[in-house]
């Protein structure tokens, strides 16, 4: 997600998303320590995900929000956690170093994610 209030909590981001319901919220914090409008919200399927796309481009308060798919059909858990390995958040889905996957640590959920630049490993 992208385009957050900066006020936004993880319970206004499920609400956002109802009547789905997310697994895990992550609120992306910066080097400064102050959140960046961004977050990254893992859903127990990849239908799920999906259906959560209805939401690109939804408001929440006063501004719009932006969603990107990170998620493929048909996947299995560790499918999914190799496809996930090259996002360059600090969060539980990857650690800052951009190495192999198995340098980091995994998710075995299903998402939408904080930027496009998070999903530069997709598709190659």
């Known amino acids: ?19 789905l319901n997310p697994v895990r919220v992550n609120i992306e914090i910066g080097s400064d320590g102050r959140v960046t409008g961004e977050a990254d ?9 999906v259906a959560a796309m ?24 560790s499918t999914y ?9 600090q969060s539980s889905y990857a650690s800052p170093s951009y190495g192999s996957p198995s340098s980091q640590q995994l998710s075995t ?10 999903m530069s490993a997709y598709g190659k």
């Open 1 to 19: 997600m992208r385009g957050l209030p900066f006020r936004a909590t993880e319970n206004d981001i499920c609400n956002f998303f109802s009547p």
């Open 41 to 49: 919200v893992e859903f127990a399927t990849h239908e799920d995900a």
């Open 54 to 77: 209805s939401k690109d481009k939804a408001h929440m308060q006063h501004r719009y929000v932006e969603l990107f798919l990170n998620s493929t059909s048909g996947g299995t858990a």
């Open 81 to 89: 956690a190799a496809q996930i390995a090259g996002l360059g958040t």
């Open 109 to 118: 959920g299903y998402g939408v994610y904080g930027s496009q630049a998070s």
